[in-house]
């Protein structure tokens, strides 16, 4: 090989990583101050998100806190740069009790909210959240075929509606006492109310503290069958979700 020809390829090697580095680093900024991908790995926001539904949870939307900055970045308590999650957003956070762990929920009270369950009804301070019967949710096949499943839709007093599901009749959480939210903190619940833990449990999630918010979910990128991994490219025709690519979390 000439020298020329050497140097060439040395140059082309060159290039080479210098443009992947940069990229790497994009992808890297991007992931920590914009958007950053999540999965669902459990039923309790169906049916609005499914197991096996791949979202981007935008970072920026409530600020930067040391939950929603990884490496330390932000190495104090407190946010900076955000503003409050609103009634009915679909937010991903790190459980209070086990800051390893995110969950994704929706907000359902704010700061100094009261927040009652009474016979599978939502209250919000003192008054009942307008809730309508749907149409039942039936369940695509592998996942629960055949199943009916109550469905109601719900519209939060600043207008927001999303529709929940009803496993059971009188569930373990259709009755609770009176939940006060902290200042600072949010209530939080899922969609799937007979099978979520979430804020009327107080021993496993409880008041969501403000700075354990990691973001608001906005779009699912991919969706694949409970059950199926995303990297089994083979079952991709039939497996996929393809109707709920590219949709907004509602």
Avoid: C
């Avoid at 059971?168 to 899922?190: A, E, K, L, S």
Wanted: glycine share 8%; proline share 6%; no cysteine.
């Amino acid at each position: 090989m000439s020298l020329t020809g050497q140097k060439k390829q040395e140059s082309g090697l060159s290039e080479f990583l210098r443009v992947g580095f940069h990229a790497l680093l994009i992808a890297l900024v991007i992931r920590t101050f914009l958007f950053q991908p999540f999965n669902i790995p459990s039923g309790s926001m169906k049916a609005t998100l499914l197991v096996g539904d791949y979202l981007f949870v935008s970072k920026y939307s409530y600020g930067y806190s040391r939950f929603s900055v990884p490496f330390a970045l932000i190495p104090f308590s407190g946010r900076i740069f955000g503003s409050e999650p609103q009634r009915g957003d679909i937010v991903v956070f790190k459980l209070p009790k086990d800051d390893s762990t995110d969950y994704i929920k929706r907000v359902i009270g704010l700061p100094g909210d009261r927040i009652q369950m009474k016979d599978g009804q939502l209250y919000i301070n003192e008054m009942p959240v307008k809730h309508e019967r749907v149409a039942d949710w039936v369940p695509a096949d592998g996942e629960g075929a055949g199943l009916r499943i109550k469905r109601w839709r719900e519209t939060l007093p600043n207008g927001v509606a999303y529709e929940t599901l009803d496993l059971v009749d009188n569930g373990f959480y259709d009755n609770t006492p009176v939940y006060q939210v902290p200042p600072g903190h949010f209530f939080m619940m899922g969609d799937n109310r007979d099978n979520s833990t979430d804020s009327r449990v107080l021993s496993a999630v409880g008041y969501v503290p403000y700075d354990n918010l990691v973001g608001h979910a906005e779009i699912i990128f991919f969706s694949i069958a409970e059950g199926t991994h995303a990297w089994e490219v083979w079952t991709w025709p039939w497996a996929v979700r393809w109707n709920r690519i590219f949709s907004l979390v509602r």
